[in-house]
């Protein structure tokens, strides 16, 4: 009979629309909440009957498997249409359904990771731009490539990090991990240990030299070295001379009339003679070697501001617009006179081939002439090319030494730029503003490099590289105008005077002598290898 009373009991708990009384109170998980209750009192009959059906079944089958009663009251909704029957509820491995979990380490997006952030390096880059940016202080390329190096080399990429994070760092790789994609990507980019190394240029100078009485004149032309290692200097009405390999320094001459002053001195090719102009209109010739005046030439009607040699021919350029050429292996030494400048010239240079003699005036126009003194003293040649792009006095000349048709010139505050001119062909090359007036220029003898000297407003001296025309250092120092640059006879230094009264020696261009003893050794293999196959 109890096997006759079951399966009554399990008919009657199959079927939806039978009416039993509950046999006890209903539990309190089983209970309606009140706010649903009350928002729908229209199914109230579905969930009495839903409620009911839920209690017979626990009350009376709880020996059954929970999957069964699980069955048995979906199927009790679907038939109430409460639920679709096309959607089933997910099943984990154990066959209860479970809410995902939301994973702790994401935390909320506007709230940033402290356990991730580096909150005493942002401190520092916060503060750092802070002090950049109020003691903006100009510091020379090299430096600041230097600066930049010791950055990579002591923090890494450190301080490329963000301030604030809003993850966790990813976890590390076990100890020798390399990950392909790193190296793959990272391929094109040169390690600062394999970079080229800049050549160390020191900022300061070598050395200083007192040079009282040195005229502020921008137009004058004051210094310049010989092949000797001596260094010719004009100081007011005086010249003196510094030996720099010994460092013994002696006076050449003083002017005999009160007022007279020399306004430009130039050595030979071979060091031994000096020519010096004056501001009485006059150039000699001075013997150094006895101390003794040679020549004392005359002809011009103004100043003499520059000189330049050609072998036994001299070029004087002056205030009077003329420039005259003088040989002075004879008496009648006036053997030609250029005319195309229409004020005082103030830069004169003869190519280092000796074809060409380029000169500039204060009428801001540079002209190439060409080397004829066969016509005589009457002959006015005209000039090659005429260039008239400067908007300043061109007193900067400097012929390119291992390319002799190749001339640099620079002009004054009112154009500030530095021009390169191809004389074969008489075509503008370039032009580099340089954001202050142009006061020298000169070429080194080792590098391919390019050092002009300034006035307004910086006062500074700056390594070009060419034909880039990228800054390689800024040498700071002067006071005042720099308005003469010489190199020594080795190529490796060069001497600056300005209108502060001091003359700076500055080593910028050394060469090292493991390099330069190779090329040596390369050089007389060649020579020898010459002399074997003639």
């Known amino acids: 009979m109890s096997h006759?009373?079951?399966?009554?009991?399990?008919?009657?708990?199959?079927?939806s629309d039978s009416s039993m009384a509950p046999s006890g109170a209903i539990p309190r998980w089983q209970r309606a909440p009140p706010a649903a209750a009350a928002a729908n009192t229209s199914g109230s009959s579905h969930n009495i009957s839903l409620n009911q059906s839920t209690n017979i079944s626990i009350s009376e089958d709880k020996s059954s498997p929970s999957r069964g009663l699980r069955r048995s009251i979906n199927k009790s909704m679907s038939r109430m249409g409460l639920v679709d029957p096309s959607v089933r509820p997910k099943q984990g491995k154990s066959g209860n359904n479970k809410t995902p979990v939301?994973?702790?380490?994401?935390?909320?997006?506007?709230?940033?990771?402290?356990?991730?952030?580096?909150?005493?390096?942002?401190?520092?880059?916060l503060t750092q731009e802070e002090g950049v940016a109020e003691e903006e202080q100009p510091i020379s390329p090299s430096k600041r490539e230097y600066q930049k190096a010791m950055h990579d080399n002591l923090n890494g990429d450190r301080l490329d990090e963000k301030i604030l994070k809003f993850k966790t760092n990813p976890p590390s790789g076990p100890e020798g991990y390399m990950n392909n994609l790193k190296v793959l990507y990272s391929a094109s980019k040169v390690s600062s240990s394999a970079r080229k190394s800049t050549r160390h240029i020191p900022?300061?100078?070598?050395r200083i030299l007192d040079a009282p009485e040195m005229l502020d004149d921008f137009y004058l032309n004051l210094l310049d070295w010989n092949c000797d290692n001596q260094l010719a200097v004009a100081l007011g009405g005086s010249i003196y001379l510094w030996d720099a390999s010994t460092g013994n320094i002696e006076q050449l001459l003083e002017m005999e009339n009160h007022g007279d002053y020399v306004s430009a001195v130039s050595w030979i090719d071979e060091g031994n003679f000096l020519a010096v102009g004056t501001s009485s209109a006059e150039v000699q010739i001075w013997d150094v070697a006895q101390q003794k005046r040679l020549r004392n030439m005359r002809g011009h009607t103004a100043r003499v501001g520059c000189l330049s040699w050609n072998t036994y021919v001299l070029s004087s350029g002056s205030r009077s617009a003329e420039i005259h050429h003088h040989d002075v292996r004879v008496a009648d030494h006036h053997i030609g006179t250029l005319l195309a400048h229409t004020q005082e010239v103030c830069g004169l240079k003869w190519s280092?081939?000796?074809?060409?003699?380029?000169?500039?005036?204060n009428d801001n126009v540079l002209n190439i002439w060409p080397s004829c003194f066969s016509?005589?003293?009457?002959?006015?040649?005209?000039?090659?090319?005429?260039?008239?792009?400067?908007?300043?006095?061109v007193k900067a000349l400097a012929w390119c030494p291992w390319q002799p048709s190749l001339l640099a010139s620079g002009a004054g505050t009112a154009d500030r730029c530095i021009r390169f001119w191809n004389i074969n062909t008489g075509v503008l090359l370039n032009t580099i503003d340089?954001?202050?007036?142009?006061c020298a220029l000169v070429w080194s003898k080792h590098y391919k490099e390019l050092m002009s000297s300034h006035g307004y407003t910086q006062n500074q001296l700056i390594i070009w590289k060419y034909p880039a025309m990228t800054k390689v250092a800024e040498l700071t120092g002067h006071q005042a105008r720099v308005f003469h640059l010489a190199m020594s006879p080795d190529g490796q230094t060069v001497i600056s005077g300005a209108a502060d009264e001091t003359l700076r020696l500055w080593k910028c261009f050394a060469v090292d002598s493991h390099k330069s003893t190779k090329k040596k050794t390369e050089k007389e293999g060649s020579v020898m290898m010459r002399g074997q196959i003639r």
Do not use: W
């Open 203 to 206: 900022q300061n100078p070598e």
């Open 4 to 15: 006759l009373n079951f399966e009554t009991d399990m008919n009657n708990l199959l079927r």
């Open 434 to 438: 340089t954001k202050s007036q142009v």
């Open 375 to 393: 016509e005589g003293a009457t002959a006015q040649p005209r000039p090659i090319y005429t260039f008239s792009q400067h908007h300043a006095a």
């Open 352 to 361: 280092p081939d000796k074809k060409y003699l380029a000169s500039g005036g």
């Open 102 to 125: 939301k994973p702790k380490d994401n935390g909320d997006r506007f709230i940033p990771c402290r356990s991730a952030s580096k909150f005493e390096m942002a401190h520092y880059k």
